[in-house]
């Protein structure tokens, strides 16, 4: 009879541990810091309302956390932070986040993720953008990360240049000379090669029209000084946060530009043509979630971009007196009016 009722009790303790392991992790609310580069405070990303961002891939991410199972108030407590494009304030951004103890540190371009590894080894690391993050060092590889970094890669390889070229020439039918906007690690790596051979075979000369980190006045004057049909713009995390201002300068350089994603063309850019920034943030959603269900980053795969989508901004395309051609409209994601 002893020995039943042991046999019993025993049996009960393992059938309620999963059961008080579940409402632990019902009643747990956990806490998720994202840094983005800005330049602008993170207030102004957010905009009046944080709880439906103004930054369209920022209310991708939240939603996609929500679509999870994931309330801020109830269950998640986000944990906003912008550089404001001041690379300098990085360090201590990701030290004020792990004192807050979060669970996970979503970064959003290489030099936060390495930022951010530097300062932990621990707490998980999500890429929700990195550029060739295995060749960078923020990962071991691909498919084994080995670290406490995971999330997606926004590589495109360098045959992209060629399509964007293309698209641009549709609007632009007779440019035969193209400043192409970027640092040496946007032109280096094969990028260079390719570009040109893809320029070549649309009767296009390329004008490499380097930039410094955080400086494009001496790019800017090269390309005034050149004076090419259009411009290309390089995919860097650098030229994201300056957007606007390269936007701008194509726009008083009455230049027809192509850009890296839709983003550009939101901020007043011509036509753009890469990865949906929209998607990889939603699909970060779901990689913070299999981490604060238990997964563990070394063993997740980083993901690679599978939507891309193609942007026009038709209000660009009028002040710069151009036509856009009727397939172009009809094979557009966004037209924006």
């Not at 970094?149 to 240049?161: A, D, F, Q, S, Y």
């Not at 290309?232 to 027809?256: C, E, H, T, Y």
Request: charged share 20%.
């Amino acid at each position: 009879m002893i020995g039943r009722a042991v046999a019993l009790i025993l049996a009960l303790a393992l059938l309620a541990a999963p059961v008080a392991a579940e409402a632990q992790q019902a009643g747990k609310v956990f806490r998720v810091g994202l840094i983005v580069v800005g330049p602008a405070p993170v207030s102004v990303v957010l905009g009046p309302d944080p709880a439906n961002p103004a930054n369209p891939p920022l209310r991708a991410f939240l939603h996609g956390l929500r679509a999870l199972g994931y309330v801020e108030g109830k269950n998640l407590a986000m944990e906003w932070r912008s550089g404001e494009g001041k690379f300098e304030r990085f360090p201590d951004i990701v030290r004020e986040l792990i004192s807050l103890k979060v669970d996970v540190i979503v970064t959003t371009t290489n030099p936060v993720t390495q930022v951010a590894m530097n300062v932990t080894r621990t707490v998980p690391i999500v890429m929700a953008t990195s550029v060739a993050p295995e060749r960078e060092g923020l990962v071991q590889s691909l498919a084994r990360p080995g670290g406490n970094v995971t999330g997606l890669t926004i590589e495109e390889g360098p045959e992209i240049v060629g399509k964007r070229l293309e698209l641009l020439k549709q609007i632009v039918p007779r440019m035969s000379r193209v400043a192409f906007l970027g640092s040496k690690t946007e032109w280096s790596g094969g990028w260079d090669r390719t570009a040109e051979a893809a320029a070549r075979a649309l009767g296009i000369t390329l004008l490499f029209a380097e930039h410094a980190p955080t400086q494009y006045a001496d790019a800017f004057a090269l390309i005034a000084r050149e004076r090419p049909d259009a411009l290309l713009v390089a995919q860097s995390s650098v030229n994201f946060g300056n957007r606007r201002p390269i936007a701008d300068f194509a726009a008083k350089s009455r230049l027809p530009a192509m850009y890296p994603n839709g983003l550009f063309a939101e901020a007043g850019g011509l036509i753009a043509y890469g990865v949906s920034l929209t998607d990889l943030f939603r699909r970060a959603a779901a990689c913070v979630d299999r981490i604060l269900r238990g997964a563990n980053p070394a063993d997740l795969p980083v993901e690679q971009p599978t939507r891309f989508e193609l942007v026009i901004n038709m209000r660009t395309a009028k002040a710069l007196g151009l036509t856009i051609p009727p397939s172009l409209l009809l094979r557009a994601d966004q037209l924006i009016e």
